[in-house]
């Protein structure tokens, strides 16, 4: 059984995930990384007073949460072969995910285990146990290249950073000396093959997060500094494309999928580092506030994703259109916080007032964000029950590459 999903996060902290972008803080020096847990704490569970853990929706998530927790903690039954029965190793996906989901109870208020000793002494003894039999700097990636540098590290050290009250200097020794193998400093070195577009910010998120739980300024900077070749426009293969295309994989219209992806981790990652040294200040970044207009919303509607730029997510979940469209709403909302002032949304239909902001009804549904017409041809048709969309490239000029 696999943890809570980030969307429940991103819907308990609401508003709190925005205001903690705008929180002051030390910018060098020892309090950089006190900070930078802060932060992360924060932008992803949460602000604290920005959301009453007593009343609903918050109380009752809250309190299934902390229940849950309880029961991984409970039934925790470490051997070789485990760290819970019903999940044999390598679990690369649910064991850590349980971790996280612990942690998380852990550091959110209002699920009766906040900062409980025995939980967060769990959380440090589980992580240690799947590191020595898992997810050891000797260990063999097989399978998935994904679970080993993005999906594991990334939950793990989540899990760490949430409750590293708890965790030895030896146990976050162990747990980076695994990371620095699977995901050393040298695999953002290139941007290509797997590490471009969405893989490229999952990558320098989980790099962040091995500079936080091990005070590590030279990796802090890198995970900054590997972002830049995300933000300018491409002309063919991974990135963002002036006519408002997203493409990953290649040629594959992405906005649904792996351009969610890429927009909840830098919006994340520009709010966790803003105000710190390692903020992030390239110029070219801005590109992540025009596609907000250009690649994003012509592709919502009434809080669903359309399916045309979700690739092989269509068939993962029921309704998974919807959750698309809400974590894009929630990133959004997110990124406009970090925006410079005169680029953030003046208003919109979007509602600011709650956790749970859904669009108001019709076509007319996006805060802009330094609104500019996309240059895509596009004609889109829309009731109060449907919409549909068909676009085309214009076309290039002589001499230029045609974009996907």
């Given at each position: ?35 930078l ?23 009752a ?45 852990y550091?959110?208020?209002g ?13 440090a ?18 399978g ?68 936080i ?29 002036r ?10 219209p ?27 200040t ?8 025009d ?24 068939d993962r ?15 959004v ?34 805060p ?28 290039s ?8």
């Open positions: 059984m696999k943890g809570p999903s980030r969307r429940l996060f991103l819907q308990l902290g609401g508003l709190a995930v925005l205001t903690a972008a705008c929180a002051p803080g030390e910018r060098t020096g020892a309090g950089a990384f006190p900070l847990r802060r932060r992360w704490r924060e932008v992803t569970l949460g602000y604290p007073g920005t959301f009453d853990p007593e009343r609903e929706p918050y109380r998530r809250l309190a299934r949460l902390g229940a849950e927790a309880a029961g991984h903690r409970d039934a925790m039954t470490p051997t070789r072969r485990s760290l819970w029965p019903d999940l044999p190793f390598p679990s690369l996906d649910a064991t850590p995910a349980r971790l996280r989901a612990m942690a998380q109870a550091a959110l208020p699920t009766g285990l906040t900062a409980e000793p025995g939980l967060g002494s769990a959380v003894e589980g992580i240690e146990h799947y590191v020595r039999h898992v997810y050891a700097a000797d260990a063999e990636q097989t998935n290249w994904w679970d080993w540098q993005i999906g594991t590290p990334r939950a793990l050290l989540d899990a760490a950073v949430l409750a590293a009250p708890h965790l030895t200097d030896t146990q976050v020794a162990a747990l980076c000396a695994a990371v620095d193998t699977f995901v050393p400093e040298s695999r953002l070195d290139d941007y290509a093959g797997n590490s471009t577009g969405a893989n490229r910010v999952d990558l320098c998120t989980v790099t962040l997060l091995r500079a739980a091990g005070a590590d300024p030279a990796r802090a900077a890198l995970a900054a500094s590997a972002l830049s070749p995300v933000f300018p426009y491409v002309t063919e293969g991974d990135g963002f494309y006519d408002g295309s997203f493409i990953q994989h290649g040629s594959v992405y906005q649904g999928g792996y351009g969610a992806v890429l927009l909840t981790g830098l919006a994340t990652l520009f709010a966790v580092l803003r105000g710190t040294p390692w903020e992030i390239d110029p070219a970044a801005r590109t992540v506030l596609a907000v207009d250009r690649s994003f919303a012509p592709f919502v509607h009434d809080g669903a994703c359309m399916d045309l730029v979700r690739g092989r997510g269509i979940r029921p309704y998974g259109d919807h959750r698309r469209g809400r974590e894009i709403a929630a990133a909302l997110l990124l406009a916080e970090t925006a410079p002032d005169a680029e953030r949304p003046a208003g919109g239909p979007w509602s600011r007032a709650g956790p749970c902001a859904t669009p108001r009804s019709g076509c007319s549904m996006w802009r964000v330094r609104p500019r017409q996309a240059t895509w041809r596009s004609t889109r048709a829309c009731r109060p029950c449907w919409a549909t969309r068909a676009s085309r490239p214009p076309p000029p002589p001499g230029t590459a045609c974009s996907p």
